[in-house]
């Protein structure tokens, strides 16, 4: 493609902003700019900061021509970072990155730091943009995106000064988005947000997340696998509790936003749950659906962490049978009162956050060996790769159709994933 009909987007962050990605490159083709690379940044470490600035130097070297723009969380939150390097030409704001007008204003921004920034303050969203777009490019799955922005002020978190406060998409719209995906046939739809638990309460008669999931499952018989994105352990409602203990087609695997496993840590991160909440809710979830496997987000290293502290988030891994661990060191944002604290050495932060992910990686290693000996239908991913249920990563021993849902019988497992004996014929193509 020569560099003047470019028009390229590149993603750092979460499934929102690959969701968002989509409705960008939508955009850009209904602005009819060309030679234009959008990069749709991170916010929530330094570190992903870091590696967006790394990219657009690079973008520059590749191609000298085309226009540079900033958009995502980070442009949101320090534009003037982006705006101080020569090789960008305009940061935009979250607000306006999927509108099509934002682009084709972009020729008459000017040259001057001050001049390449349209950022709009986050927090006046009311709104959000929802766009019905076809699918992700290259993903056996789509992210149909319910809700963005947050209305909680966790000590440690740049998000909302990125994304605003709390917004849903309406229920008919997100039945509508998810109709088009599986009409287009997609088989597993991945329902995001920012945080996805306070669904609807801003909409006419607050609906919560569990009556959204009974809404799609309802209106789509045909499709095979809903599955959720992070959710905060403490705001799953009684619907929601419901259909993931009895729906199959309720992916059983749930990913918590948990932090930490410390009480005095979690109250010093503004987190809305003490470490007995998840503990007890793991135990609930698992007595109603056994086959059931949790994911967990957990800070290394937050300010004022001591070691008995940081202990009770390594116990928390097996009080509540974490299998999936993500682990983030902490990073001071610039803005948040988490960043005023207290911090503690790079050192420490980086041997707890090693410590975590050793203890992570074991329990992934137990949970993938209890699999051995099943029989799973899987989501195929790539000719050879696919994905359980309850979110294992899955060898086949023969090529399949991305898409595709397939019986597979576990025949081992390694520290990292299943491997598998794929049946002939494919559930669902
Ligand atoms: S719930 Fe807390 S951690 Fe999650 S996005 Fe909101 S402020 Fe950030």
Known sequence: MTDNARRDVLTFGCRLNAYESEQIRAALAESGEDNIVVVNTCAVTGEAVRQARQQIRRTRREHPGARIIVTGCAAQTEPETF??????????????????????????????????????????????????????????????QVQNGCDHRCTFCIIPYGRGNSRSVPMGAVVDQVRRLVGGGINEIVL?????????????????????????????????RLRLSSL?????????????????????????????GDNMILKRMKRRHAREDAIRLCADLRARRTDIAFGADIIAGFPT???????????????????????????????????????LSGTVIRARAAA???????????????????????????????????????????????????ETSITAATRTTLQAQAASGALAA
């Open 83 to 144: 705006a101080a390097m020569p090789e960008v030409d305009a940061v935009i704001g979250n607000a306006d990155k999927a509108k099509a007008a934002a682009y084709a204003a972009v020729p008459d921004f000017g040259a001057s730091a001050a001049e390449k920034v349209r950022v709009n303050d986050i927090m006046e969203l009311r709104e959000t943009a929802h766009h019905m777009i076809d699918g992700l490019k290259d993903r056996a799955r789509a992210f149909v």
């Open 192 to 224: 995001t947000g920012v945080d996805i638990t306070s669904y609807g309460t801003d909409l006419p008669g607050a609906p919560r997340l569990g009556d959204l999931c009974a809404r799609i499952l309802k209106a789509m018989p045909e499709l095979m």
């Open 232 to 260: 905060d352990a403490v705001e799953i409602d009684p619907a929601l509790f419901e259909l993931v203990t009895g729906e199959a087609r309720l992916m059983p695997h749930l990913h918590l936003s948990l932090q930490a």
């Open 305 to 343: 962490e001591t070691d008995e502290m940081f202990a009770r988030s390594l116990e928390l891994v097996d009080e509540c049978g974490l299998s999936f661990l993500h682990v983030f060191p902490f990073s001071p944002r610039k803005g948040t009162p988490a960043a005023r604290m207290p911090q």
């Open 356 to 406: 975590l992910r050793d203890k992570g990686e074991d329990a992934l290693a137990r949970h993938l060996a209890r699999q051995v000996g099943r029989t799973l239908s899987v989501l195929v991913e790539e000719p050879l790769r696919a994905r359980a249920p309850d979110f294992c990563e899955v060898i086949l021993d023969k090529p399949a159709t991305p898409g595709a849902i397939i």
